[in-house]
């Protein structure tokens, strides 16, 4: 039996070698492009990906590219690897939708641990959740469709994005720090004033906010975290 299915876009032959060989020995099913050309290509493949691991460095085209164009096709979850100084690599491509970021150099198994977490996440967590619809005002929430409804009307979110709003909503009226966010969405920061989680925040409130200048839904509150509003309109 298959496993879960990796989209590997990687031009490094040797290192795609070995990340196919290491995912293949922990269950996975590994399809390698070597550009970003053939790894938009493989998504209209069958079966489709369960999880793209995208490198932004690419010899035909940039790999934030690569991102957006995948976001704009899927809501497949997008694991990227970056060079280790390029932060602003990581905050651009995690706007466009990535779901999470792996430095170069990187030991194999934090990426598999790293691939396994997006997973889980994806995973139906109706079953650990009392209600299947979360109501907050013309905020709907439900966990069996993984779906945002504002006004009766779908938000687009990726499923890290869904799933940080899910954390936030069963916890309304708690104030939650990145350090604890990260935590339950078993996502470890990588640094020690790691910002990916508010750039996810900053996605969330584009999605359901009425004006992302003037939040009513997910408030900051200054050096503690973020608090998901209780009472809503």
Known sequence: ??????????????????????LSEAGFSVQHALTGAQGLASMQATPTPDVVVLDLMLPDMDGLDVCRQLRARSTVPILMLTARGDAMDRVVGLEMGADDYVPKPFEPRELLARLRAILRRGAPIASIVPANVMQFGRLSID??????LLDGQAKELTSYQFDLLVVLAERAGRVLSREVLMEALKQQSLEAFDRSID???????????????????????????????????
């Open 199 to 233: 750039v996810h925040i900053s996605r969330v409130r584009a999605a359901i906010e009425d004006d992302v200048k003037q939040p009513k839904r997910i408030l900051t509150v200054r050096g503690a975290g973020y608090v998901f509003a209780r009472q809503q309109l």
């Open 143 to 148: 966990l069996d469709a993984r779906q945002v």
């Open 1 to 22: 039996m298959m496993g879960n299915a990796v989209l590997l876009i990687e031009d490094d032959v040797r290192l795609g070698e070995l990340l196919v060989e290491y």
